[in-house]
């Protein structure tokens, strides 16, 4: 907790608005916590807090139960949770991604910037996850075809046996954390990434990271999903290792701070996002965005801004797999004094 409070006083932006009363509140996973499908400013919120509180989320797994089968889990030891999350979208034929929320976050209103910091304790609601491909990925002419396979999860010693000789280390986080589209666009697929953020499938979003959003509608509504318990920068196959999580954040509202793209900030650097679908356009959009940081926020001209980008920032592939790709620009904030 000392380290996310060092976070969040070192922050670039202005000082949020926090209420004086901070309070804790938690979605199950329950059929009446979750929507299927889109980002809408038309679903009706499940939850309502003010800034500064602190939302502890539970969230199926990307796909539900049926794609925990096709991995070869067995039935006995799926949670009733994700039973019951199953039986509920059969019936009401709904299928794919499922979010937790919306949550509607009091005083946000279009024009401001809502930070989302994601705070320790992560949980997996089953000890194993799926991960595969479906005729697509980043070679899909060369695995024109499905196969899904089931990995357990240690999660006392936080790794995951990928075969005897491989072992990878969890780093659990949510692929999918988002805000409603302005009204206009109607509604986005979840598994589209944009300005609203959502499925972003951006690894760096571990405990001590903060997610920056613009604000589109009143109340932002957030939605949260899409749980991984470890992923590889560019999520290469389309899928990284898939399984239902419970983990916390806590929401700050800032007022009146204008972004057009998500940010993110870690413990030790400051990144912004292109998304697109063209890469070289999203690493365009990155590298933009950065810019555009170094002369609002670091007092730089637009000359040395871009000079300094060549110097001191990285552009990593954050996926590439999702229609609209993403870019991300990495800087550390130790250069900074």
């Given at each position: 907790m000392e380290r996310m409070a060092l976070l969040v006083l070192s922050c670039a932006f202005l000082a949020s608005t926090v209420s004086a009363t901070a309070a804790d509140h938690e979605l199950k996973l329950i059929p009446s916590n979750t929507h299927t499908g889109s980002f809408d400013a038309r679903i009706k919120p499940v939850l309502r807090i003010a800034p500064g509180d602190t939302v502890t989320v539970e969230a199926l797994v990307p796909f539900g139960m049926d794609r925990l089968l096709a991995a070869g889990a067995s039935e006995t030891e799926i949670p009733d949770s994700v039973k019951a999350m199953d039986k509920y979208m059969k019936e009401k034929g709904l299928y794919g991604g499922t979010l937790t929320g919306p949550i509607y976050v009091e005083g946000a209103q279009t024009g401001d910037m809502l930070e989302v910091q994601i705070l320790p304790g992560f949980e997996f609601l089953h000890p194993y996850g799926w991960t595969g491909f479906r005729g697509r990925g980043t070679l899909p002419d060369d695995f024109p075809y499905a196969r899904y396979k089931l990995f357990r999860i240690d999660a006392a010693?936080?790794?995951i046996q990928f075969s005897p000789r491989i072992?990878?280390?969890?780093?659990?986080?949510?692929?999918?954390?988002?805000v409603a589209p302005p009204v206009?666009?109607?509604?986005?697929?979840?598994?589209?990434?944009?300005?609203?953020?959502?499925?972003?499938?951006?690894?760096?979003?571990?405990?001590?990271?903060s997610l920056y959003i613009p604000v589109h509608v009143p109340g932002a509504l957030l939605s949260i999903g899409d749980g991984h318990a470890v992923q590889g920068d560019g999520e290469i196959s389309g899928g990284a290792l898939e399984t239902s999580l419970r983990g916390s954040v806590r929401v700050q509202l800032?007022?009146?701070?204008?972004?057009?793209?998500?940010?993110?900030?870690?413990s030790t650097h400051f990144i912004t996002m292109g998304l697109n679908t063209d890469l070289d356009e999203a690493a365009r959009m990155a590298v933009r965005e950065m810019i555009d940081y170094l002369v609002t926020e670091?007092?730089?001209?637009r000359d040395d801004a871009y000079m300094l980008c060549s110097q001191a920032v990285d552009l990593r592939v954050t996926q590439?797999?999702?229609?609209?790709?993403?870019?991300?620009?990495?800087?550390?904030?130790?250069?900074?004094?």
């Open positions: 010693a936080g790794s072992t990878i280390k969890t780093s659990p986080f949510w692929g999918t954390i988002g206009e666009s109607r509604n986005i697929p979840n598994g589209v990434p944009g300005s609203h953020a959502g499925n972003l499938d951006f690894k760096e979003l571990v405990p001590g990271a800032h007022k009146g701070k204008f972004i057009k793209w998500p940010r993110a900030e870690t670091r007092g730089l001209t590439l797999v999702d229609g609209v790709k993403g870019i991300h620009a990495m800087i550390l904030k130790s250069i900074f004094h």
